[in-house]
Structures are given as C-alpha cells and as structure tokens.
C-alpha cells in the first residue's frame, strides 16, 4: 500500500507559477513511476507527465516547456513546477504511482493515487 498526498495548488493569475509536491510513503520510492494527471469540472482525467526511476520525464503536449517534473527519493518527494500558467490549466491536480508502467498516459495503469489539489488559474 502506497499513500500519496498532494500539495501547493492554490489560485493563481494567468502567467504565474506553482510548484506542486506530493509525498509518497513507503520505502521503495525510488522504484517507482510517478505521474501526475488533471481534471478538470466536467471532463476526463488528463494525463499531465511522469518521470521515471531514473529521472528521465515524459509530458503531455500541452505543457511541454511550461511544466516540469522533478523527484527527490531521498524526501520520497515528486514535484510539479508549473510556470505560465493558463485558465485552461485550471483543474484537481493528482499525482498517481505505477511500479511498472507500459502505458504512461493512461491512468488505468497506475496503482495508486492522491486525493488531489485544486488548481485555479484566473484570466
């Protein structure tokens, strides 16, 4: 059992910036994909990015050179630093964990998840 708890989301002006954390418990951290995903009212859960054991990272489209994921497996920590913020970023900003993954933009394929942080970004 892991657990993952979400923090830093917040409102924000459109061009600003948020870094968001998520610690996960467990001793194995380091040995696990860490994704993070957004919903926004009314729509399916989106795949934001996800960083590997090695560090290496993966993010969707729409925030590549905005968003940038980072992790320390010391802290058992995984960070999201969002920069240039837009409305359309607005959402419930979960971190989920995968001990294997083939499919990383899919959220079936993570084995657990935060209960999420709230994202607001006005125009």
């Known amino acids: 059992q892991v657990q993952l708890i979400e923090s830093g989301g917040g409102l924000v002006q459109a061009g600003g910036s948020l870094r968001l954390s998520c610690a996960a418990s467990?001793?194995?951290?380091?040995?696990?994909?860490m994704g993070w995903f957004r919903q926004a009212p009314g729509k399916e859960r989106e795949f934001v990015g996800v960083?590997?054991?090695?560090?290496?990272?993966y993010s969707a489209e729409s925030v590549k050179g905005r968003f940038t994921i980072s992790r320390d497996n010391a802290k058992n920590l995984v960070y999201l630093q969002m920069n240039s913020l837009k409305p359309e970023d607005t959402g419930v900003y979960y971190c989920?964990?995968?001990?294997?993954?083939?499919?990383?933009?899919?959220?079936?394929?993570?084995?657990?998840w935060g209960q999420g942080t709230q994202v607001t970004v006005s125009s």
């Open positions: 989920a964990v995968a001990e294997s993954l083939s499919a990383p933009r899919t959220a079936n394929g993570y084995d657990y």
């Open positions: 467990g001793r194995t951290f380091s040995s696990y994909y």
């Open positions: 960083i590997s054991r090695s560090g290496s990272t």
